[in-house]
């Protein structure tokens, strides 16, 4: 049976980090806020938008939380005509384990709106066999999204594995029993990451193929 392998989405498979903290100062001074810091919009990438809104301005109003993520989601809509790219060795990889017969899917904190646009604009609608977003289910680090693909695919939690860039990520992995891996390159720093135990700490997207046969040997499967 193959094996269910859960992908975060913007840090993680995309570079689009920096599109995320300019679309957040802009929407932030489109609605008279203080704009946070680089670091700080950085932080709360993951997370399903108005959560992340509410991370970021704590105590404002719930009519200018929508504000700013109408706001935000225009201009994301506006700066993201060109996709942003995957990191280095992202498609490549994934192409690679969807021909061994993996699971390949996407939990991510993109509204549903959000991901198929961007599904749709890279030509790969029909290349992920599943996604769960934040605003169809509970956001992270919330197990929810896990559980759910898990329970889609009728996959077990060890043969199921989450590869992310943030602790909300790792968090979600260990609060549904699975292995995960991190990467290091994305919004959080790497000693954040460590704290989760993930089977691996990457600094390239290649280098996941040679992590899951490394656990594949170690639970004998």
Same mark, same amino acid.
């Given at each position: 049976?193959?094996? *269910? ?7 993680? $498979?995309?570079?689009?980090? &920096? =599109?995320?903290?300019?679309?957040? =100062? ?35 109003? =719930? ?28 498609? %490549? ?10 699971? $390949?899917?996407? +939990? ?10 961007? $599904? ?15 605003? %169809? ?8 999204? *896990?559980?759910?693909?898990? +329970? ?31 990467? &290091? ?8 990451? *460590? ?18 046969? &490394? ?7």
């Amino acid at each position: 049976m193959a094996k *269910l392998l859960v992908f975060d989405w913007d840090g993680t $498979l995309c570079d689009s980090l &920096s =599109r995320i903290v300019l679309c957040i =100062r802009c929407a932030a001074e489109e609605v008279g806020l203080p704009a946070p810091t680089d670091d700080a919009s950085r932080d709360i990438v993951g997370l399903g938008l108005v959560d992340a809104l509410e991370t970021l301005f704590p105590g404002i109003g =719930r009519e200018q939380i929508f504000a700013m993520r109408d706001s935000y989601s225009r201009h994301f809509v506006e700066f993201d005509q060109e996709p942003s790219p995957f990191f280095d060795g992202v498609f %490549e990889t994934l192409e690679s384990l969807r021909e061994e017969g993996y699971l $390949l899917t996407v +939990a991510t904190g993109k509204s549903r709106r959000g991901l198929d646009r961007v $599904l749709r604009a890279r030509g790969l609608t029909d290349f992920f066999h599943g996604s769960r977003c934040a605003d %169809e289910t509970a956001g992270k680090p919330d197990p929810k999204m *896990l559980l759910e693909l898990m +329970a889609e695919f009728r996959v077990p939690p060890l043969s199921t594995l989450m590869v992310g860039d943030t602790e909300y990520d790792l968090a979600m992995a260990v609060s549904a029993g699975t292995p995960s891996v991190a990467v &290091s390159y994305g919004a959080h720093h790497h000693d954040r990451l *460590l704290q989760y135990r993930p089977l691996a700490c990457i600094a390239q997207f290649s280098e996941l193929k040679s992590i899951i046969e &490394s656990y594949k040997k170690q639970i004998g499967m």
